[in-house]
């Protein structure tokens, strides 16, 4: 009778007529949401920049750096 790909067709035509009046509001939040996505996935890329480790040229750290190493042994 109907194949599936028709059947796609005819459900996504009954969407559109049912819900034509919702699909303005729908397409707004879906432009709003990326653009929020988007703001936060960019401020998490600039705060990783700022927290990555900067190597300073002439210091040197000991091998185990540990507060525990300082400590006496008994």
Request: proline share 7%.
């Amino acid at each position: 009778m109907f194949g599936l790909s028709e059947l796609a067709i005819i459900l996504v035509v009954v969407i559109a007529v049912l819900a034509a009046r919702k699909l303005p509001d729908l397409a707004r939040s879906a432009g709003k949401s990326a653009r929020i996505l988007k703001a936060e996935a960019r401020a998490a890329e600039e705060q990783d920049r700022r927290d990555a480790p900067r190597v300073i040229r002439g210091e040197t750290v000991p091998g185990d750096a540990s507060p525990e190493a300082e400590r006496p042994r008994r």
